[in-house]
């Protein structure tokens, strides 16, 4: 039955092997036994029960919470040859009728179903099916301990009892211990075997920056976009007004980005996400709102504008990036501000205690000196044997030197302002920066004032975030964020212990590659060439063959897609046109051993690529 299982898998999907879990999760289904999987966003949830969907007689039924994911799935698998269909309320009776039929006849392997249609069904049309198996996915939304609840999927108990010898595998990519357990006991399974995959996503790269002013976080992303032009990606904002402010300023730059939020119109919303998915427009910023229900898998990197609430949210958000399992970035702004915000949020919240243990883990995280991925890891209950190498603090690991000078010179500043100022006038004040609410204050009159005027503020910032972080200074949060020393930090001042703080160096690789300043339009006058517009249709000239057949690769992909009216995506993805650079295939039977190629896309698909790629290499001699 391996065999069986591994043909079909490249027959249908074009993949050589499975990914852990998958193959243990597909038996224990085969063998008719409810199961509960665990898997991070991108870990390959899908093929578990659609792989055993196709193998066993009969039609699967999958519930599935929202009709846009419904649609992305039954798009895929129709791509691939294989018979979905997806059946809600949105549709035209007509249409309904049609694929119940179809279904009935037993000509439809896999029908997705929104949740409040089980019950509906349970009477009439649920029995008449053939029913291979159960898939329950996003499963976490059964919880009330869950982020994402959803009242209709409390009756989906009804799916046990109606048909008890069916299998049914949960599916979801977050579940702490309550919410697993509200799983199985809501869904009736029947002692489930539970899967739990690492969650580790070592294709997403770990940056966090802190400190950063609005302006040099907008000219750090410019730069962080234009060094993925062409390419997908989401910043993630905490307000509304930012999502569209940010498309605003990054068009300053000649970036083409659009806003996504709850409170535009809702035709709005759809086709900012309708242009994101089939690759019309690359950058979306969004509120938290966007991303339920994106499946695409070619998201190369997501940024959040400012820190999440918890490190579940963040992981989620990132996890976004990189479905295809190729090198994506990630990049999160932190600064004390948002951190303030997001107290409020949690005070304010009915669970405070909880939430604000949340935020402490997270702000842990974005402070910390030592692997991200790990703290990540250990968070989710993992433990990781070693650094991952792909993070910041992996990249960069921090050079510490003696900092108590440093320190005594906040330090002192803060006291002679008799503990009135916060992180920003603080700066000024040891940086004599002679702003008119300084001199109205009258520290310009401080002995301290310029003191630190050696050091850019930006180097202040830093440093001072660290002297929070180590504990010689705390914030007052209950006056007005004020900075207040500790008795550690009085120690330092007084010579007593010495400060280690860690060096400031301008960030590296994954941040700042690009050396030169975007130059802004507004600034220039004339806009530069729009880098991060979905590529055009453009003659193949420049660069490297690699980057030459990439790009032409893509453009093909888009043409079809087009044509064919599903997202690029679907067609092959990142993964798939990254093989083909590799492999250059040339013939047919080459082509077929490319990743993701299964047998109908290989028919379908096959002599255009291979015959693009030999027109690529032929020009490239
Ligand atoms: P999830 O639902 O867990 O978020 P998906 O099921 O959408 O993830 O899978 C993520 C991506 O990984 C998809 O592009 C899928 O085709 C791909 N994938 C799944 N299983 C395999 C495999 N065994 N080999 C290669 N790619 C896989
Ligand atoms: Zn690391």
New binding site residues.
């Given amino acids: 039955m391996k065999k069986e299982l591994s043909l079909l ?1 490249k027959k249908f ?1 074009g ?5 852990p879990l ?1 193959e243990e999760i597909i038996q224990e289904i085969l063998n008719k036994k409810d199961t509960l999987v665990l ?9 578990c029960y659609q792989l055993p969907a196709i193998y066993l007689p009969g039609t699967a039924l999958v519930v599935s919470p929202l009709i846009a994911l419904m649609k992305d799935q039954v798009e895929g698998l129709v791509a691939n040859g294989i018979p979905a269909a997806a059946l809600n309320s949105m549709m035209p009776e007509e249409q309904q009728q049609q694929i119940k039929r179809l279904c009935t006849q037993g000509k439809i392997k896999l029908l997705y179903i929104s949740p409040e249609r089980i019950v509906t069904e349970a009477d009439w049309f649920l029995p008449s099916l053939d029913l291979s198996l159960i898939a329950i ?1 996003e499963a976490h939304c059964i919880s009330h301990w869950g982020h994402d609840f959803r009242p209709e999927y409390t009756q989906l108990a009804i799916l046990k009892e109606r048909f008890p010898r069916t299998p049914i595998v949960a ?1 979801t ?1 977050t579940a702490d211990k309550l919410t697993r357990t509200d799983i199985v006991e809501q869904l009736k399974l029947n002692d489930p075997k539970i899967f739990i995959a690492s969650f580790d996503r070592p294709n997403l790269s770990l940056n966090v920056r802190r400190g950063l002013n609005k302006r040099e976080k907008i000219s750090t992303i410019a730069r962080f976009i234009m060094r993925h032009a062409g390419q997908s990606g989401i910043i993630y904002c905490m307000k509304r007004v930012d999502t569209t402010r940010l498309v605003d300023e990054l068009d300053a730059y000649g970036i083409e980005a659009v806003a996504y939020h709850a409170g535009m119109m809702p035709e709005e919303r759809e086709r900012a996400q309708d242009d994101f998915i089939n690759d019309r427009v690359n950058v979306v910023c969004a509120t938290v709102a966007f991303g339920m229900g994106i ?1 695409k ?1 070619n998201v190369r990197w997501v940024i959040h504008f400012s820190m999440p609430g918890s490190i579940e949210n963040y992981y989620q958000e990132i996890g976004r990036a990189g ?3 190729m090198p994506s970035d990630t990049l999160l702004f932190y600064s004390y501000s948002d951190l303030i915000i997001h107290r409020k949020f949690a005070e304010e919240s009915g669970q405070s205690e909880i939430n604000l243990e949340k935020l402490d883990q997270m702000r842990r995280y974005c402070e910390a000196d030592i692997c991200r991925r790990r703290i990540l890891l250990s968070y989710f209950g993992e433990e990781a044997a070693d650094d991952c190498g792909n993070c910041d603090v992996c990249r960069h690991p921090p050079v510490r030197f003696d900092g108590s000078v440093l320190v005594q010179k906040a330090l002192s500043a803060v006291l002679r302002t008799g503990e009135r100022v916060g992180i920003k006038m603080l700066i000024d004040i040891l940086r004599a920066s002679g702003r008119a609410e300084v001199i109205e204050r009258g520290y310009d009159k401080l002995k301290t004032y310029g003191a630190g005027r050696d050091l850019p503020s930006r180097v202040w910032y830093e440093y001072i975030y660290q002297m929070i972080q180590l504990g010689y200074l705390e914030i007052d949060y209950t006056s007005g964020q004020v900075l207040r020393p500790t008795l550690l930090g009085r120690k330092v001042l007084f010579g007593e212990a010495k400060a280690h703080l860690a060096l400031y160096r301008a960030p590296g690789n994954v941040v700042e590659a690009e050396k030169k300043e975007p130059t802004r339009k507004a600034a220039t006058g004339k806009a530069r060439p729009t880098t991060s517009k979905a590529t055009p249709i453009r003659p193949i000239t420049g660069g490297t063959v690699a980057e030459t057949l990439f790009d032409a690769l893509r453009q093909l992909r888009r043409q079809i897609a087009s044509r064919e009216g599903i997202p690029p ?1 679907l067609i092959f ?1 990142d ?1 798939t046109l990254e093989d083909m650079v590799e492999q250059r295939p040339t013939t047919i039977e080459e082509f077929r051993e490319i ?2 190629v299964g047998q109908i896309k290989l028919d379908k698909y096959g002599k255009v690529f291979v015959g693009l790629i030999r027109f690529v290499l032929e020009r490239k001699k």
Avoid: C, E, V
């Fill in positions: 898998l999907f993949y050589d092997s499975f990914r998958q898997m991070p966003t991108g870990g390959g949830k899908s093929i996915d599916l990519a499946d898998s479905r295809d399992g995506y993805s993964a990743h993701g």
